[in-house]
Structures are given as C-alpha cells and as structure tokens.
C-alpha cells in the first residue's frame, strides 16, 4: 500500500466519531505495521501533564518495558526536547539509545505538534538497517498533522 492510500486510510480512521481516541491511535499502529513491512513496532508517547517525561501511549508491536521515558533519555526523549525529528540509521552507533528489542536496528521518531506545542510523537522501530528515508519522514509529519487536527 502506498503512503497516499495509507493517509487515506488513516483519515478514515479518525473521521469515526463513535471511536475513543486512543482506539483510533492503536488502529493507526496496526495500520502502520501491518502495511508497511519494514515498520516492525509502531506507537506513541505522550507527554505526562507538567512533568518532564513521556508515558507510553497505544502501540503496535512487540511489548516495552519502556512506559515512562524521562526527556532528553533515548530517542524519544530527545525528540521531547529538540522538538525535531529524529533518524537514526543504526541504534548501535547511537550513544543515547535505548534498547526495546535486541532486533531493532533503525529508528524514527517524528513529534507530534498541537497549537505548536510538542505534545508527544510517533515512534517507529525496524528491524532493517537504515530503513527510513524522507518519504518516511514526510508521510509520518502528515499523520501526526492529521491527529493533531482530527484528535486535539
């Protein structure tokens, strides 16, 4: 499936209005791994009100032992704090990773913005080296845009 067809899809998602929130962000995860096969765990984290650290929201996947993740820690923290996204090609070259699953090799991780705040981001791990490309990037930066319209 293409990227257009998925955002498509995903915009089907959340125009469901008798559908909880965090059951349309799981059915994006799902959507996410099971279309695009390099997409191996797909989920989001949320910032915890006023305090400095993300909660593990609706994910697709493997499970995590890492349901709360301090800013600035791994991946996800530092997108909590740069507010850019993030590609790392190998999470072995990363100083700052931390390791969910041994098999995972690439990471993307893209914030998710709601009136220009950083509210929380999307996060994709691979099991392929070097797996994200801009496109992935992009398509990523229109899902969160789409959530953050249809969902905040």
Request: net charge negative; charged share 25%; glycine share 6%.
């Given at each position: ?6 955002r ?5 998602i ?16 799902h959507?996410?791994r ?6 191996d765990w ?9 305090k ?10 493997e ?31 990363q ?13 993307i ?26 496109l ?16 905040f």
């Amino acid at each position: 499936m293409t990227f257009e067809e998925l955002r498509q899809k995903v915009i089907d998602i959340l125009k469901h209005s008798n559908v909880l929130k965090d059951d349309k962000l799981l059915q994006i995860c799902h959507l996410l791994r099971d279309n695009i096969d390099y997409y191996d765990w797909v989920g989001f984290y949320f910032r915890n009100g006023d305090k400095e650290e993300l909660i593990l929201g609706p994910y697709a996947g493997e499970p995590t032992d890492h349901t709360v993740i301090p800013f600035g820690k791994g991946i996800c923290g530092q997108v909590a704090v740069s507010n850019k996204n993030f590609v790392v090609p190998d999470v072995m070259a990363q100083d700052n990773y931390i390791a969910c699953s041994m098999t995972v090799k690439s990471e993307i991780v893209v914030p998710l913005f709601v009136n220009d705040e950083n509210i929380g981001q999307i996060d994709i791990d691979s099991e392929v080296l070097d797996a994200f490309t801009d496109l992935d990037e992009r398509f990523l930066e229109d899902v969160n845009s789409l959530i953050a319209k249809f969902l905040f």
